[in-house]
């Protein structure tokens, strides 16, 4: 291919540096050749390390969006921005990778995904979960029908001590929660999507902020600060699909359980079941008798050799831009994307009215 994708970068703080931009750099087939952030140094610095020779500096991602030459942007800011900078992009003419969750809001989300509709460019989400060895092997086998139907599931994103204390993370106007948006969002995704089941029916929902007002507490980058925690420290859901199957959505950043892990589901079919409480489990009967089949992932079977080297992150960024360049669906479309914020939404409004939200 003759010409380089050109990318922008709008928001240049931890997602951006942890994720996007080292496994966007990996690929011959795209340069990143604008950055902006409100904080000018840290685009600036981006632009160092990761920008083409003409790369362009901005903090303002309107003026990012006028430049012509930007085939694509990398939407990494806080959520309640998700929208509002994703739409304006496709309207510039830019196809769009946001980062998860989609948006604050259902409506939205639901703004963006008419926004792609309209002006006929790809919009994708970044849940990078999906790309990790273990999901990609579980829905192929989903898809193979090994499970049979799946009626019931769990969505796992339990931390026991690890809010984060940084960035915007406890600003409830910002994030729009806490646990619950931020990673029970990707074991949500993951589950949906290996069940492919998008049709939502009833939500049951609780939030809780118990641990958040405790002083000094014990947690992962140190003790947060009570007075700036105005978001929920766990969250659950009850979800019923159309079709009757069921799913329990568990997420916490602070919780008093042993039992942790997250971005993992469990799932019940008719044929089988599988989870990845520890490692990738299938279970299931065969000729009368019950047998569990622990998957090896990382088979080696070479000696100095560690099989695959390309990490989730460097999937995603990979395939993502494949699907430009050949114009096919992106792994992660934006119409699924979408009934995750619809469901946590729903999970929120009924734990503030103690009623069932009906689809």
């Known amino acids: 291919m003759s010409k380089k994708l050109r990318i922008g970068i709008i928001g240049c703080g931890g997602i951006a540096n942890g994720k996007h931009m080292p496994s966007l750099a990996k690929l011959a087939q795209v340069e990143m050749a604008a950055f902006c952030d409100i904080e000018e140094e840290r685009a600036h610095q ?20 006028k430049d012509a030459t930007i085939d694509v942007v990398h939407v990494c800011t806080p959520n309640d921005s998700h929208a509002d900078i994703t739409v304006a992009a496709l309207q510039a003419d830019k196809h769009v990778m946001c980062e998860k969750p989609m948006a604050k809001t ?3 989300a639901r703004r963006m995904v008419e926004a ?7 919009l994708t989400i970044g849940y990078q979960n999906r790309f990790r060895t273990d999901s990609q092997y579980l829905h192929q086998l989903c898809e193979r029908g090994d499970l049979g139907d799946v009626y019931f599931a769990k969505a796992h994103a339990i931390r026991r001590r690890a809010v984060p204390t940084w960035g915007v993370f406890l600003d409830k106007e910002k994030q729009g929660g806490g646990p619950l948006i931020d990673i029970g969002t990707h074991a949500l995704d993951l589950t949906l999507w290996m069940m492919n089941n998008y049709k939502p029916k009833a939500v049951l ?6 641990l958040g007002q405790k002083k000094d507490a014990a947690n992962a980058w140190g003790p947060w600060d009570p007075e700036t925690f105005k978001v929920e420290d766990s969250a659950f859901g009850f979800i019923t699909m159309q079709n009757g199957a ?13 039992q942790t892990g997250e971005a993992k589901c469990t799932l019940c079919g008719t044929e089988g079941g599988a989870d990845m409480l520890d490692g990738l489990r299938i279970n299931g009967e065969n000729f009368g008798k019950l047998y569990t089949n622990r998957i090896d992932l990382d088979a080696k079977g070479v000696d100095f050799y560690n099989g695959e080297t390309e ?9 993502w831009i494949e699907s430009i360049l050949n114009n096919s669906d992106p792994v992660v479309k934006p119409e699924e994307a979408l009934v995750v914020t619809e469901i946590l939404e729903a999970i929120y409004q009924s ?6 939200v009906y689809f």
Do not use: C, P
């Not at 929902?205 to 118990?210: E, P, R």
């Not at 329990?248 to 359980?257: G, K, M, P, T, Y």
């Open 351 to 356: 734990a503030q009215t103690g009623e069932t």
């Open 246 to 258: 069921t799913i329990v959505l568990e997420s916490s950043w602070a919780l008093n359980s042993l």
């Open 205 to 210: 929902g609780s939030t809780f902020h118990k």
């Open 116 to 122: 792609a509709k309209n002006t006929n460019k790809k």
């Open 311 to 319: 990490s989730a992150a460097d999937l995603e960024a990979r395939l």
């Open 46 to 65: 981006a632009a160092v390390k990761f920008g083409s020779e003409d790369a362009k500096v901005y903090t303002d991602y309107r003026e990012l969006l």
């Open 106 to 108: 259902a409506a939205d």
